[in-house]
């Protein structure tokens, strides 16, 4: 939930590829045989008031090919509680109980996007968000977005007009970016998909089952997918019952259509000559490689619950880029 302007730009270049990544990905349900391979099932034995607490680590790395660099980041604490349970699913509240802002100053910018993490924070904490979930755990219905998209609007708006009126970003402007122009690329629909992105993380794999053992696959370029492998790996631990899935994709995206996507958020956020001048410098450019990698992997307690999350996309051009990164893990399980 840390730097929400930041969020919604991503959510603007980066959606469309998160779609076609997993609808595209190797999740899919074991095919039954008359002698069927092992399988790894993703199942939730949950119970009415389970109650557990978790912390959402979210991080920024820029990456070169001699260095890493933390860029920004945050850390919620949630809580999880079964509201309901029946023979068809359950009912479960997400709460916010904390958020903290990482520390880093590397510029006024940084450290302005940090003190508004931290002041927005109190309007955060007490957030519930209600949903339910079939019999094996799969998310199946939110039940206050509209609340939600609310509250996402208002913190949004305010958080924007925040940014315009301090002299700190005033020198973004001076090269031509109009700040105004920010929030007429915000979609609420998107900024609620942020809200509920660590929920769906936590129950991403419910539902499915996998091949114990490794397995890769390979996909050429389609119309609606680039060309991609997918590496994943299932497995138990015979002695708690705890068992893993981890999902490697590694994507080949053409530096055309990489072009494309930058350039939407470039002629939305800059004036025409800016845009102009930026799209010619990407033009002169040679760009050697263009890789979009997502890594998916969840640790589960017999019960279903999972006690460890990392989700991570990195996009990298000619070995340069930036990586984003989730990490959940249980704090406390009653």
């Known amino acids: 939930m ?22 595209q990905s190797a999740i899919s349900q074991t095919d039954v045989t008359t002698q069927p391979d092992p ?10 008031n389970d109650t557990l607490v978790y912390w959402i680590n979210q991080s920024r790395w820029q990456l070169s090919p001699t260095d890493t660099v933390k860029i920004a980041g945050a850390s919620t604490k949630v809580m999880l509680t079964v509201a309901d349970s029946t023979a068809t699913g359950y009912k ?6 904390d958020v903290r802002a990482d520390s880093i100053f590397d510029s006024e910018v940084a450290s302005l996007l940090s003190r508004m993490t931290t002041e927005i924070a109190h309007q955060i904490v007490g957030t ?5 979930t079939d019999d094996l755990g799969a ?4 039940n206050n977005l509209d609340q939600i998209k609310q509250q996402a609007e208002s913190m949004l708006k305010a958080a924007i007009n925040s ?5 700190a970003l005033s020198k973004l402007a001076e090269p031509g970016i109009d700040l105004s122009k920010i929030s ?8 609620i998909e942020g809200y509920l992105e660590e929920i769906r993380l936590i129950f991403l794999l419910h539902g499915l089952s996998f091949k114990e053992g490794q397995t890769q696959s390979h996909e050429d370029a389609t119309d609606t997918a680039y060309e991609n492998d997918t590496y994943t790996t299932a497995t138990t631990d015979p002695e708690d019952d705890t068992y893993s899935v981890a999902i490697d994709i590694v994507n080949i995206i ?13 002629d939305i956020t800059t004036d025409t000559s800016l845009s102009e001048s930026l799209n010619e410098a990407f033009d002169s450019q040679k760009v050697e490689n263009c890789d979009y990698s997502s890594y998916f992997c969840s640790d589960y307690l017999s019960c279903g619950w999972p006690y460890r999350v990392i989700n991570q996309t990195t996009v990298t051009v000619n070995n340069q880029g930036k990586s984003t990164q989730t990490y959940i893990y249980l704090d406390s399980i009653n």
């Open 2 to 23: 840390f730097n929400i302007t930041s969020n919604a730009m991503r959510h603007l270049l980066l959606s469309l590829l998160y779609i076609l990544l997993f609808s």
């Open 39 to 48: 399988t790894v099932d993703v199942v939730g034995y949950f119970a009415k």
């Open 92 to 97: 479960i509240d997400y709460t916010v109980l």
């Open 128 to 132: 519930k968000i209600s949903f339910e």
């Open 139 to 142: 998310i199946t219905h939110f």
């Open 163 to 167: 940014m315009i009126q301090t002299d």
């Open 184 to 191: 007429e690329m915000i979609d609420t629909d998107r900024l």
């Open 254 to 266: 053409p530096p055309a259509e990489l072009k494309s996507l930058v350039g939407q958020l470039i």
